[in-house]
């Protein structure tokens, strides 16, 4: 089922076709005035079911494109659902604090009338079927609406100013509404999409579908869970009374419910592990130069900034991402294609209550280091209590995970976030003896730290691997070279 469903659409009927979706939807829908069918949207590319946290509206309430009518808790985080057109809720069908809601399940009602508001109020989800072939004659319309959009610019170009007045009050934007075609609002509803961010090529900037594709296009880089997939893995991990092993009578234990972001981060760690040929590259690097470079910042700050050995990390590992660009890549096999990036987008592992989120520091090769600084405070704090938006925390070119706060740590792994290459592990700073023929007892202590690379093998070779990491001990042993 579609995340939006129109029992009667509001687009031109001037064809046969049009006039046959209309008596077809009328006569399915004829105990009820005509409405909309609100379905539970999917807010990011791997999410295919959600809880609905709370709603925003309520029954009667006036929506407008742009206002927010619910929280929705997704596989990442709480995300506010923004409704893309006017009308009224008639309808709420999944009350707040429903979990594990299906992608596109019948979750409200609304009409563009007020006075049609009180019919539905025994309007039940098994109202709501869709009626059969409703999408098939959709798409038969599509390209009658666009011959009648041609014809309409055509006129326009003539010199007929009263059709040019009529082309603009209907799809121009007056008074910060935006016009789209409905099916370019069911698919932007579908996908969670806000229609305010996307560039209209229709007439007088008019969004259609073409439009919502090709966001969707520039937007989704990370390779989609499909539903089947996400769907057998959820049984899987669920497991039954019947097959799980049987507790002793002296056991104690709790059972702690799988939520949705763990059950994402679950399929997402198994199918990199599972797919990804990847290795390890380890290095003992001297951060004493480093470390006096913070220190040496930090002194002057007068409270304006506090700089962290991990914002210089980011740092660094834009400059080794730069000399060795098979690091800073994607392997896409669906387009059979490496993507080498120039731009260095940081994913920053971010431990929360919930669960493993990492936000994205974009373009970091460009930024300074308070900037780094003051960008990873800000989007740490905000991932701990789940008010990132997705564009914040999917992508990302390359990722740093640090334990280094953490004593014990001496080395570690990281599974790569996939469709990235690499992903740098941080340990933390000890202290190593080390020759020294000046000192007085022939040696010395160095601040030294632990990275451990892990790499795809499909788009970073053993060789190239060995080099990132040459690169980036030399960048932190040698910390002047961040100017260059």
């Known amino acids: 089922m579609s995340a939006l469903l129109r029992t ?30 609100i379905g539970m949207p999917a807010l990011s590319p791997t999410m295919s079911q959600g809880n609905l946290a709370a709603w925003s509206k309520k029954v009667g309430d006036q929506l407008a494109p742009g206002q927010v ?19 009224y809720l008639a309808k709420i069908l999944v009350p707040e604090g429903t979990k594990d809601i299906p992608v596109n399940k019948p979750i409200a009602v609304y009409v563009e009338d007020a006075a049609d508001v009180s019919a539905f109020k025994d309007f039940t989800v098994k109202d709501s079927k869709p009626a059969p072939a409703v999408e098939n004659i959709k798409e038969k319309l599509e390209p009658s609406t666009k011959a009648t959009s041609n014809v309409s610019s055509m006129k326009t170009k003539s010199g007929s100013e009263v059709t040019k007045n009529k082309a603009s009050s209907s799809t121009g934007n007056h008074g910060g509404r935006i016009f789209a075609s409905p099916l370019a609002k069911t698919l932007a509803l579908e996908h969670g999409i806000a229609l305010k961010n996307v560039t209209g090529t229709g007439p007088n900037g008019r969004i259609i579908k073409n439009d919502v594709e090709q966001f969707l296009e520039t937007q989704q880089q990370e390779p989609s869970i499909s539903n089947a997939a996400s769907e057998t893995a959820t ?9 799980a092993p049987a507790a002793s009578t002296t056991a104690s234990y709790e059972d702690v419910p799988i939520t949705t972001m763990r059950q994402i981060i679950a399929d997402r760690l198994l199918q990199s592990t599972s797919t990804t ?53 994607y392997w896409l096999a669906n387009e059979k294609v490496i993507r080498k990036f120039k731009n260095v987008d940081v ?4 431990a929360t209550p919930t669960g493993l989120l990492t936000p994205i520091v974009k373009n970091a090769e460009s930024k300074g280091l308070i900037e780094i600084s003051n960008e990873v405070k800000e989007l740490a704090k905000r991932a701990k209590i789940n008010k990132l938006t ?17 004593s014990a740590v001496s080395m570690f792994t990281s599974i790569i976030n996939l469709p990235q290459s690499t992903i740098l592990a941080i340990a933390t700073v000890k202290k190593v003896a080390i020759p020294d023929a000046t000192a007085e007892n022939g040696f010395s202590f160095d601040d ?19 080099e990132f990491m040459k690169q980036l001990k030399q960048v932190i042993e040698n910390p002047l070279e961040l100017l260059l």
């Open 390 to 406: 997705p564009e914040e925390f999917q992508g990302g070119t390359i990722c740093i995970s640090n334990l280094g706060m953490n």
């Open 448 to 466: 030294q730290v632990t990275i451990t690379g892990t790499f795809d093998h499909r788009t970073v070779d053993g060789a190239q691997g060995g």
């Open 347 to 350: 994913s920053v592992a971010v």
């Open 235 to 243: 049984k899987q991990a669920v497991v039954s009374p019947s097959s």
């Open 8 to 37: 009667v659409p509001r687009f031109t009927r001037t064809s046969l076709i049009a006039s046959q979706l209309r008596l077809q939807l009328r006569g399915y829908a004829s105990s009820y005035p005509p409405h909309t069918i």
């Open 69 to 87: 009518i619910a929280e929705i808790e997704t596989d990442k985080a709480q995300m506010d659902f923004e409704f893309q057109d006017d009308g």
């Open 277 to 329: 040929p990847s290795y390890i590259v380890s290095s003992d690097i001297s951060v004493t130069k480093l470390l006096k470079l913070r220190q040496s910042l930090n002194s002057t700050a007068q409270d304006k900034y506090k700089i962290s050995i991990n914002d210089i990390l980011i740092k660094a590992i834009t400059v080794a991402a730069k000399r060795v660009p098979d690091a800073n890549s």
